[in-house]
């Protein structure tokens, strides 16, 4: 296929990398530990671990889970936030040839019954805080047999590790009562490990080395199956794509995003590994002053984030001390995830004197598939272009090839595409198409030059009689109005149309009516687009991820026309719950 991208690709980028220069992740682990060994490697709330100091811990744990009997490929979960603990446990899991099942901590215990239950999870490590979630999930999880239990300061150093763990848990209260017989302390599990000794397992590259779940291309959540040579294919990709822009050895990165996400997994802790880079890992970043001192105390290079994390920040009492005191620092802002609004983007370059260099992936690409170049002088509102030993072919319903400049779904194929959805043939079957192509149900267009758009997801495409009603599209024009905090689109049933456009705003003017907001709305969209219905809130509901979760949002506007019986005409002036 012909492949425009190529020859816009930046100085000192290749057109294709070796996606195995490791048998797997665990060797990848091993060298960069060998190769950076006396320098720091994560930091988070103070307290450090460097390369060798790393090293020696997952060692302990993996010599602790081979311990367990565990056959190779036995699935692990990891529920923790961002912590010295996460790295130690993950690779711990893959050294041992075992298989790690990432896991948001803020899921309910039936959440949580039916990840473990589908990835049919042997064992997990989870901290403290949420060990009382875990209680109510395990009658549901009769395959789990291991619990490793770990609080906040395990790893710190004495005395701090005593005082960190007793603030937490016995003045903040952050602890709820649980109970969990039989659960092993990390810091036994390690020194267990320590006295059994750690053995290599052969590990491929074809191995399974994530269960990443999903919301996937086709709906509920389901487990991208990401192999090890899945993994180290990105890593090889993303930093060949950084053509020497940083330095070994010399960066900081600031992980504030979460690390269970395959973003942040990605893109900052397996990258920066690669690249000597010091992790300073953030466990909370919605506490918004706490990191902004963090930021301000940290002299870091490189920042990966989403849309609302970066309009947080600009919008933080005191981010200009930040802007002061990281003057000539910042080398690269990173944003994936979610489209990144210009406005924010650039606020962001104003201050800190660097783009947003924007990219594109999703769970079952490892992630990342097309990314900016990072000598971008500015946001360019675009997904970027193809990265190294990537395919992007934009196609039509019949999954036949669009010219440049149409519309359609955007497809993939490479050595990061993950094989197929654990346990699920009918989707996996779903979303590959002839060639090896993945559908990726995003909806977008390349131009000649190769540069990737994005038009939408295509589930949250609105059909009103027949014309296709793109929400990013309506969202990006009313965010332009005058009094607009933030908005979320969706369409809800309608008898005449099929459906409507419906339109959720937050205000940051609070005199700002509905009325405004469709006058704004008629001078920049055509009539289909517009919306039917306008109604105003708080906030919008969202993932940990910062994404608008439009199923909610849709399912509280069907119920509130369904409640006040109005049609979508006649619903607009109405609160939703």
């Known amino acids: 296929m012909d492949k425009p991208w190529i020859k816009h690709y930046p100085p000192g980028v290749p057109a294709e990398i070796d996606p195995h220069p490791f048998p797997s992740l665990g060797d990848f682990f091993d060298d960069c530990c060998e ?63 075992l298989t790690v099942v990432n896991v948001n901590p803020m899921y309910t215990a039936s959440e949580l019954a039916v990840q473990l239950g589908n990835a049919q999870a042997s064992a997990i490590v989870v901290f403290e805080n949420f060990a009382h979630t875990l209680q109510q999930a395990l009658p549901m999880l009769p395959a789990l047999k291991h619990v490793i239990v770990t609080q906040i300061g395990d790893l710190f150093p004495q005395p701090r590790r005593w005082v960190t763990n007793f603030v937490v848990r016995d003045v903040k209260g952050m602890v709820p009562a649980w109970s969990i017989p039989g659960a092993t302390p990390l810091r036994d599990a390690l020194a267990i490990g320590h006295q059994r000794g750690f053995t290599s397992v052969p590990v491929s590259p074809g191995d399974l080395a994530f269960i990443q779940y999903t919301g996937g291309t086709t709906g509920r959540p389901k487990g991208a199956a990401l192999t090890h040579g899945n993994l180290m294919a990105n890593v090889e990709q993303t930093t060949a794509w950084l053509a020497g822009a940083l330095k070994l050895g010399e960066e900081t990165v600031i992980t504030a995003l979460p690390l269970y996400h395959v973003f942040a997994l990605t893109a900052n802790l397996m990258m920066f590994l690669k690249l000597g880079g010091t992790n300073v890992l953030v466990s909370d970043p919605r506490d918004i002053p706490h990191f902004v001192e963090l930021l301000h105390k940290t002299r870091f290079t490189v920042i990966t984030g989403v849309n609302t994390l970066f309009n947080a920040l600009l919008n933080a009492p005191h981010f200009d001390a930040v802007v002061k005191s990281n003057a000539g620092a910042l080398k690269l802002s990173v944003a994936g995830g979610m489209a990144v609004q210009r406005p924010v983007a650039e606020r962001w370059q104003q201050a800190m004197g660097v783009p947003i260099v924007e990219g594109y992936g999703l769970s079952e690409t490892s992630p990342i598939v097309c990314a900016n170049p990072v000598n971008a002088p500015a946001f360019t509102g675009k997904l970027g272009l193809p990265i190294p030993s990537t395919e992007v072919a934009i196609m039509d319903e019949y999954s036949r090839p669009l010219p440049l400049g149409e519309t359609g779904e955007i497809c993939v194929r490479g050595p990061q595409v993950m094989r197929g959805y654990w346990g699920a043939p009918d989707e996996t079957a779903k979303v590959f198409i002839d060639g090896g192509w993945l559908r990726t149900g995003d909806i977008g267009r390349m131009d000649d030059q190769g540069y990737v758009q994005f038009v939408d997801r295509a589930k949250d495409l609105v059909v009103v009689s027949g014309f296709k009603a793109y929400p990013a599209e309506i969202e990006e024009v009313v965010r332009t109005c005058p009094g607009v905090a933030d908005c979320g689109v969706v369409g809800v049933p309608d008898a005449a149309a099929g459906e409507a456009v419906a339109l959720v705003v937050v205000r940051s003017d609070p005199g700002l009516t509905e009325e405004t907001v469709r006058e704004h709305c008629r001078q920049h969209l055509t009539r289909y687009k517009q919306p039917s219905i306008v109604v105003f809130r708080d906030e919008l509901p969202r993932t940990s991820f910062g994404k608008v979760l439009r199923r909610q949002l849709r399912d509280d506007l069907v119920r509130l026309t369904h409640e006040v019986g109005l049609g979508a005409s006649a619903a607009s002036t109405a609160q939703p719950h």
């Open 35 to 97: 190769r950076f060994g006396a320098r720091q490697a994560f930091v988070n709330l103070g307290s450090g671990l460097s390369y060798d100091e790393a090293n020696r811990l997952v060692q302990r744990f993996a010599g602790y889970l081979q311990g367990l009997g565990l056959p190779k490929g036995a699935r692990v979960a990891v529920m923790m936030p961002n912590s010295l603990q996460y790295p130690i446990a993950v690779f711990g899991v893959l050294r041992a040839g």
